[in-house]
Each structure stands twice: as C-alpha cells, then as structure tokens.
C-alpha cells in the first residue's frame, strides 16, 4: 500500500481534491468526491484524444493512491470517489468498468470494517449505473458478497444485503445471465457451513429458479447435495428456505418432461446414510418419487439405491422406518416388473452385505428381496448360488425366529430345483455337522419348515442318503435321533407317516416299501429310532427281533433318555392304532407287538416311563383277562337258558319260547306243546277215576 498520494504537476486531480478525500471528515470527503463527479462529466461531455486517456488515469490514480493506501481513510475517500465517477460516466460506464471494478472488490474483505461498508456501498451505486453490464463481473462480485456476509460487522451485512438485492433485481431482469459460469462458484460456496452465507446461496438459487431463461434442473446434480446439507443447520430460517427450495424443485421434476435421474440418484443414496434426520427422510422421499417417476431410466442404479434404502429400514425415527418402508415396497415392485435386463450380481452384492447387519429389520427386508429375486427368475439366481447360499446358511443360527423363518422360505424356494435341491441339504448336513449345538437348537425348526415348504417323503428320503454315506458315526446317530423325533411329533409329516404305517400292509405300494426300507437302512444307526421306526410302520415282527438284540447294546443313560422319550411318545395320538392293537387279541401280530413293548418294558429302570408303560400293559391283560371271564358267564348263562327256557344271553330279558318261536322249528314245538296238554288232560280223567273207585 501507498501511504500519501502523490501530488506533483503530473496528477490527474488537484491538490484540493486530493487534500478532501483523505480527510477525516466524512462531508469533505463526499465533497471532494462531488468534485471527482464533476471532473469526469467535464471530460466525458467534452471529448477529445486525450480524454479518455485522462478518465483512465483519473480512476487508476483513485485506485492506486487512495483505495490501496494504509491510511484508511485516504481508502474511504479512493471507494466514495471511484463510485463518484461512476455517477459522471452515465451510459458509457461499459468502457470504464474494468477500471472501476477490481480495486473496488479488493476492499470487501478490509480489515477495518467501514473501510468494507464503503466498498459495499461504491458497488451498489457503481451497479446502479452500469445495471446489467456489471453481470460482467458477477462471479467477482458474488465471491465478494459470500465475504461480505460472513462479515461480524452489521453495517457491513446491511450493506451487503442491499448490494444483494440489486444483484438479484438485475439478474432477475436480463435475458443474458450466464448461469454456466456461475455454477462453479456457486459449486464452491454451497459447501460453506456460515449461516449467513447458507442464506446468500439459498437466496440466489431460489432467485435463479424463479428466472424464466434459466432451467436450473439441468444444473440442479451440481448444487443439490449442498443444498439437502442445509437441512441440517441450526438456523430454523436457513432450515426453512432450503426446505421450500427443495419441494420447488421436486414439484418441477414432477412436472417435466425430460429429466436426467440418475446424477442425483447418487447424491440422494449417499444423503440416505446420513446422520441427521431431516435429511434422510428428504432423500428417502426424493428416491419414492424418482422410482415412481423414473421407473426403467433407474435400471442401472438399482442397487445402489437398494442399498440407501435397506440402510433406513431399520432406522431408530419412526418417520425414517416408515418412509423406508414405503420406497422399498416401491422399489421392489419396480424391479419384479422390470422386463429389461439388469445386473443381478450388485443386487445380490448388496443384499449379502447388508444381512451383515446387526437390525432384524434389515435382515428380514435382505431375505424377502433374495426370495422375490429368484422368484423372479430362478435360473439366472442359480447361477449366484455360491454368492447367496453361505450368507442364507448364517441366517439359519440368527437369533431372530423372524429371520430363520424367511430365510428358510428362500432356502426352500431354492430348493424347488433339482440340482440346488441336493446342495441346499448337503449344505444344511454340513451346518449341523460343524454346529452341533445348532442341530440341537434348531434343528427341528429347520428340519420342519423345509418340510412344509417342500415334500417331506423327499426330504427324508435325501437327507438318508447323505447320512448314510457320511463318516462320523455318532452325528448320523445324532441327526437319525432328530429326523425321528420329528417325524414321530410334527405334523408337516403326516403323509409321510401313512406312507410308512401302509408299507407293510397288503395294498401297500412299491413307494411305501421302498420308503421304509430307505429310512430302516439310516435309521440303523440308532436303535431306539430304528425300533420306534418299526412301531411306526406297524412292522412288529421286526420290533420284537430288535428288542432282543438291545440286551447286546451298551445302555448308556443317554440310550435310556432315547427310550423314556420313546414310552411317552407312544402315549401320544401319533401310535393311538398301535394301543388299539393291543385289543385284537386274534390278530396274528398280537404276539410280536406284546413282545416288542414287554422287551423295552425289561430295558427300563424303575421310572415314570417304567410305571407309564407297565400300567399300559398291565391294562390291556386285565382287559383280557375280563373278556375271557365274561365269555365263561356267557356259555354258563347259555346253557342255564336252554334247561330254563328263559333266557338266552345273561340280562336279557328275551324268553326262550319266545326266541325259539322265531325259528322255522316253531310249528313242531307247537304240536309238542299240543300234544303234552291232550296227555295232560287223559292224565288228570284217569286220575278222577281211580279216586271214584276206591270211594
């Protein structure tokens, strides 16, 4: 900086003039400025070679010895004079501009705040004049208002808002704004967090919209990320405007007829994952109204905004969960409709990750979008099995029942094919092999709803085959211990169980047998399954050949476990034929069967179980025992009957004549009866004589 300005026989202004705007006088300074005023209209109204020459020289010795000065206010009076000059140009103001202009800009960001009040002001009156030939310089201007706002001094703010003002009413009036060179600037600054600057961009973007020969949805991807920002200020009036700008522009993209997604899809996936809320439920409303409006034109954008949805599914604001829950209703609506083809692999790349989450919510939302997917189109799914299945395999040992139950549909869904029929239940095998605490907590679970998803026959029948080829002997006695409980209790089973109860009856079919002897064959590998499977299948010839063979086998107390399980399941209406065959005393397989359950009555100790089976037993012989008591009576009673004539079956109160008289026997009794009472009467006339004659 210069600290006195020159005064030699070479400057352009007089020493008085000189001497005025330096002064500390506010008044001597406006006054030699009218001074400067008057100068300039003189050389401007009488021109000659010289003088525009001397104009320039004027301003340039303005800028140079006063505005750039350390005294301040040699500064004020080189800021009140330079816009003094603008005042004398009038319309010609166009050829002095970049004159005027930069050493004004220089002092919006003074040190000494007046100093900076002063520039604000020559601005707006230098602006004033020129109108819109100042939008020139806009960009220069718009980065000095951005300092001028951030200003602490009030005047300065003041001053600026004015200046602000009369941009926008100059902008807002032309036709020739160029909004290509200001979205930089405005790129930079809508990132800074001020308040006072937030409100500036806010203004100017809203200004911009309201401009007819500006479309600012075209630019709208390079701003819109700074503006959702602003969501997140604690100025309820900065909160506010960014707020009606944003509802502005979403009513304009719904309005219009040509709009380019998928720039702003990215901006509103990463806004999703957001810590404030007010901005992810704005993105998450953005993203509904893009997939409604958007449709197909998101196609290559699917997974990413899957990924900011599934993020806010479970989000601790109920408005977040809710808004969530509708884009992703949405969204997956969209992509089961999708006819064109799209990349699966991010899809499924997302899914996967995402069922990593430690929310249940998230989770389920994973495993239902895995479940429409191959539903969708199965074959392309397979070909992402290896991807998919260790994630689904995971969720079998979630915490959350919610999560098994889905995640065992989609496995079930899977398994509709053939080929992925056998990996899914190989896979499963190998999970409770390594897991074994899993086979024991949810091993039924899981067991049962693949069953009521899939055919049970066939589940068994493959989950036997894979077991019997398999080298650890106590897991396939585990799993077999299992596999029977279940198809012993659950009823997803029950047609199994008919087929195994028919395969030993005559009108069995080479399916029922083949079924038995599939299952025997892995059932082997525990005898007490082995044997409650030969119950099942009525097979008691087998039973009571098994039973003889327990008294080899080491009784352990988990072998005894297996078998008080076993009394009280036979107590349950799953072997209710069985109790009734106990009662068929002239069935050929009575025998076998009393066999089989005195046998397992011999390997109990004195227990609950013993007493429930023995009481069972002990039943059944008393009832046979009354019966055999009963058809004594009867053949005693029938005798009786025949030597009394009264009656035929003991409390009956039929008469035997009357009985008898049914029978084609009856006409000869009759004669018989006839005939005793014509005996009867010669009888008693014979006797009237006698008695006469021995009178």
């Not at 075209?218 to 700008?245: C, H, R, V, W």
């Not at 007829?257 to 994952?273: A, D, Y």
């Not at 499924?348 to 430690?358: A, V, Y």
């Not at 035997?656 to 010669?682: E, G, I, K, R, Y």
Request: glycine share 4%; net charge negative; with cysteine.
């Amino acid at each position: 900086m210069i600290d006195e300005p020159v005064t030699s026989l070479e400057s352009p202004l007089s020493p008085a003039i000189i001497r005025g705007l330096g002064d500390r006088s506010y008044d001597k300074r406006k006054s030699a400025a009218l001074e400067v005023t008057n100068l300039i209209k003189s050389l401007h109204e009488n021109p000659d070679h010289l003088s525009q020459d001397k104009i320039i020289a004027v301003i340039q010795f303005l800028a140079n010895e006063f505005t750039r000065s350390r005294n301040v206010h040699h500064r004020k009076g080189g800021l009140i004079a330079l816009a003094a000059a603008a005042l004398g140009f009038g319309s010609d103001i166009d050829l002095y501009l970049n004159y005027l202009i930069p050493p004004v800009i220089e002092r919006f960001d003074d040190q000494e705040n007046r100093v900076c009040y002063y520039a604000c002001e020559a601005m707006y009156n230098i602006s004033k004049v020129a109108r819109t030939l100042i939008l020139r310089y806009f960009n220069q201007i718009f980065d000095g208002l951005c300092k001028l706002f951030a200003h602490v001094d009030v005047d300065v703010k003041n001053g600026a808002n004015l200046l602000d003002r009369l941009i926008k009413d100059i902008v807002t009036e032309t036709e020739t704004f160029d909004i290509d060179s200001f979205i930089p600037i405005l790129q930079k600054h809508i990132r800074r967090t001020k308040p006072y600057i937030r409100q500036l961009i806010v203004g100017w973007i809203t200004v911009l919209d309201a401009v007819p020969d500006i479309n600012m949805l075209d630019y709208l991807p390079d701003f819109l990320d700074g503006l959702i920002n602003m969501l997140s200020d604690g100025n309820q009036e900065i909160k506010t405007a960014a707020e009606n700008a944003l509802n502005e522009f979403l009513k304009e993209i719904r309005e219009a007829e040509v709009v380019e997604f998928g720039p702003m899809v990215t901006i509103l996936v990463n806004q999703c994952r957001s810590r404030e809320k007010d901005i992810r439920a704005t993105a998450l409303t953005w993203i509904t109204e893009f997939i409604s409006l958007g449709g197909t034109r998101l196609i290559g954008h699917y997974s990413g905004l899957l990924g900011s949805i599934i993020s806010c599914i479970s989000d601790s604001e109920a408005e977040i969960r809710a808004a969530a829950t509708t884009a992703n209703a949405g969204l997956m609506q969209l992509v089961r409709n999708t006819s064109e083809p799209f990349e699966l692999l991010p899809i499924i790349q997302t899914l996967t990750m995402e069922m990593l989450s430690e929310f249940v919510m998230t989770r389920v939302a994973c495993l239902q979008w895995l479940y429409m997917l191959h539903e969708k189109d199965s074959s392309r799914m397979n070909n992402y099995i290896t991807d998919i299945l260790p994630a689904l395999l995971k969720a079998v040992s979630d915490t959350s029942d919610e999560v098994v139950l889905v995640n065992l549909q989609v496995l079930a869904l899977i398994a509709l094919d053939p080929v992925q029929f056998t990996r899914v239940l190989n896979a499963m095998v190998h999970l409770f092999y390594e897991d074994r605490s899993l086979l024991e907590t949810r091993g039924a679970l899981v067991i049962r709803k693949l069953c009521s998803h899939l055919d049970a026959a066939s589940i068994y029948l493959a989950l036997a085959k894979i077991l019997s080829n398999k080298p650890d002997l106590e897991f396939i006695s585990l799993m077999v211990q299992t596999l029977n409980l279940i198809l012993l209790t659950a009823p997803e089973l029950a047609s199994l169980r008919r087929s195994l109860k028919a395969s030993f009856q005559s009108n069995a079919t080479e399916q029922d047998k083949s079924t038995f002897t599939s299952l025997f064959l892995c059932w082997t590998h525990n005898a007490v399954a082995t044997f409650a499977l030969c119950l099942l299948a009525q097979a008691y010839h087998i039973s009571a050949s098994l039973i003889q063979k327990f008294a080899d086998a080491d009784v352990t107390v988990g072998f005894l476990m297996q078998i008080d399980k076993l009394v009280q399941l036979l107590e349950s209406p799953i072997f209710i034929q069985l109790r009734l065959h106990l009662l068929e005393t002239d069935s050929v397989h009575r025998e076998e069967l009393l066999k089989s359950l005195y046998g397992l009555l011999m390997l109990l100790p004195q227990s609950q179980a013993y007493k429930t089976l023995s009481d069972r037993l002990a039943t059944v012989s008393s009832l046979h025992m009354h019966i055999g008591l009963i058809n004594t009576h009867r053949i005693a009673n029938f005798r009786l009957g025949l030597l009394r004539g009264k009656a035929l079956i003991p409390g009956s109160s039929a008469d035997w004549n009357d009985a008898v008289s049914t029978t084609p026997f009856a006409n000869q009794n009759n004669s018989n009866n006839n005939l005793a009472a014509t005996t009867a009467q010669t009888s008693s006339s014979a006797n009237t004589t006698a008695s006469t004659a021995n009178t």
